[in-house]
């Protein structure tokens, strides 16, 4: 069992960057596959990046290419999203997700196996 916790977000002026951390409990999340996704009100869930098993190799929305980063601290259990140039159409609810097997990224929500609570992030123009 996998519980993970999402926190960093907010609210930020266009612009701005927040960075948004998700933490684990009950296992070690350096072993397995990782994502971020997020859902405005009133649509789907949508990805926005990845990271691989042995964090050499990410994924990216092309909505959000160049300007956010994802990232891993082993030591921590703790995966990070950097958002910077945030624009209003960023504005979500971001959620990490885990899944417990896999060498390469998982871009859909189908393939995650754990979610966190998600974190309200607010881009204001």
């Known amino acids: 069992q996998v519980q993970l916790v999402e926190s960093g977000g907010g609210l930020v002026q266009a612009g701005g960057s927040l960075r948004l951390s998700c933490a684990a409990s009950g296992r070690t999340l350096s072993s397995y596959p990782m994502g971020w996704f997020r859902q405005a009100p009133g649509k789907e869930r949508e990805f926005v990046a990845a990271?691989?098993?042995?964090?050499?190799?990410?994924s990216y929305a092309d909505s959000v290419k160049g300007r956010f980063t994802i990232s891993r601290d082993i030591a921590k259990n703790t995966v990070y999203l950097q958002m910077n140039s945030l624009k209003p159409e960023d504005t979500a609810v971001y959620y990490c997700a885990a899944r417990m097997s896999g060498w390469v990224v998982y871009v859909a929500v189908r393939e995650y196996e754990y979610w966190g609570q998600g974190t309200q992030v607010t881009v204001s123009s």
């Open positions: 990271i691989s098993r042995s964090g050499g190799s990410t």
